[in-house]
């Protein structure tokens, strides 16, 4: 395995491997490190929880880092990425995190590059980390996926999360429903659709989602929004007791969640920050240990 770009080029095996080693490093393990090799992240959206959990993981394995964002590089000068790639490539890096807009560019770039590339979102494509980092918090909470209810709420249509999390679970054997606003509803992925009322009631997980304005065109009207097709308080109290709360964040409070539910018993919201962390220090030492580099 040299690249992870997709949710879809990982094997249950491997997703396996990569949640014990996870486990293992949340235990303490830090035995592997590579002090002698270099990561570039390269962030061209914004990014708080991504950019520096890879920052903060790749700092943990020992790795030098280095950063660019769209304005510090020669993008801005008309430079393409895979030029941009190569040429870190050409200087020493092993290992490159890339957030960019365009869908499926990344797929292009990677298999003509000698490093190791990972997707940390390609515009509504995919988002494959934070997808094995919600993986990961799922299954530390209920130890198997088989027979689980998820239910992925929210702008289903733009969201690359829904995308990654989708495939995954329903391949490893979980039943995925979906809660959207008509027009922010995406068939490609399932027609699985259900309401916000309904998905109270039965799910074992529920994933909100932020509404992603900037792949919006015009202004989203968030007016109703909460109590239409959000976790209300009254929703929150059907839930089942063993039930429990994602999202990728950031998090609107007031929007797709009443603003005392993000902290509440049933959410995992800042543990799956945490284990973002520990998951993509698996991640890397995975690819590291089977890939090129």
Known sequence: MKHLLSMRELSNLQLEKIFKLAKSIENGDLSVTYPDLFAANIFLEPSTRTKNSFYMAEK??????????E?????????????????????????????????GLLSKVAEQLSISVINAGDGTGEHPTQSLLDL??????FASFEGLKVVIAGDIKHSRVARSNAYALARLGADVYFVAKPEWRDDTISEDYISIDEAVDMCD???????????????????????DYGLTIEREARM?????????APVNRGVEIEESLVESSKSRIFRQMTNGVT??????????????A
């Open 279 to 292: 998951v993509r220090m698996a991640l890397i030492r995975h690819l590291l240990e089977e890939g090129t």
């Open 205 to 227: 997980v529920l994933m909100l989602l932020r509404i992603q304005h900037e792949r919006h065109e015009g202004v989203c009207k968030t007016t109703q929004y909460l109590e």
């Open 240 to 248: 089942r007791k063993e039930s429990i709360i994602l999202h990728p």
């Open 71 to 103: 304005k510090e590089s020669s993008l801005t000068k008309g430079e393409s990425l895979y030029d941009t790639l190569r040429t870190l490539e050409a200087l020493g890096v092993k290992l490159a995190v890339v957030r960019q807009s365009e869908t």
């Open 60 to 69: 943990r394995l020992g790795l030098d880092v280095v950063e660019l964002d």
């Open 136 to 141: 990961y918090t799922i299954k530390d909470e």
